[in-house]
């Protein structure tokens, strides 16, 4: 009797398991990246619902993927997915017909959030130093420059793009 909880949990993430997900593929592949890192750290993951934020950046009106390593639950090895002084690595996907997906920005953040102004979503990213204007060699991390950036996206190289420093916001 003892044993139920614990083959029930299997039964449910094995039924958990079989369905099919309703990411793209390349959704589905930077998510499997984020585990194989967390496992090769020597962590077990964990539940991540925040994970992947689903949201039309381009608006086109198809859903596109956030995919923020900061998110991941990594039990026992969190430091592999959040790196401190390095931040922690993002994923922008594109969504395109036929739930597909493809890479359109990706870098090392520290923060990112989803704001929406006139029916329109917007993007922004924390980032340090060079990315905010600093020239921060032989600064002290204490002393870096943070700021808020906008990623804008450009139809015709399909990517997102840091807007104009111009634009930047301090944080």
């Known amino acids: 009797m003892r044993y139920l909880p614990a083959v029930a949990a299997l039964l449910w993430t094995s039924c958990a398991i079989a369905q099919p997900s309703p990411w793209p593929a390349a959704v589905r592949g930077a998510v499997a990246k984020a585990t194989q890192v967390c496992r090769e750290a020597g962590g077990r993951p964990g539940r991540s619902p925040e994970l992947v934020k689903t949201v039309d950046l381009t608006g086109d009106g198809i859903a596109d993927y956030l995919v923020d390593w900061s998110q991941y639950d990594c039990v026992g090895a969190a430091s592999a997915m959040a790196n401190g002084q390095d931040g922690s690595a993002i994923e922008v996907l594109v969504g395109l017909r036929g739930n597909a997906a493809v890479s359109a920005y990706g870098n090392s953040v520290y923060g990112a959030k989803v704001e929406t ?55």
Do not use: H
Not at 139 to 156: D, G, I
């Open 117 to 171: 102004a006139g029916g329109r979503n917007r993007l922004w990213i924390d980032l340090a130093a060079m990315d905010c204007g600093q020239n921060a060699r032989g600064v002290p991390f204490a002393n870096w420059q943070f700021c808020s950036r906008e990623l804008v996206w450009s139809p015709a190289t399909r990517k997102f793009a840091l807007a104009p420093m111009a634009q930047k916001r301090r944080i």
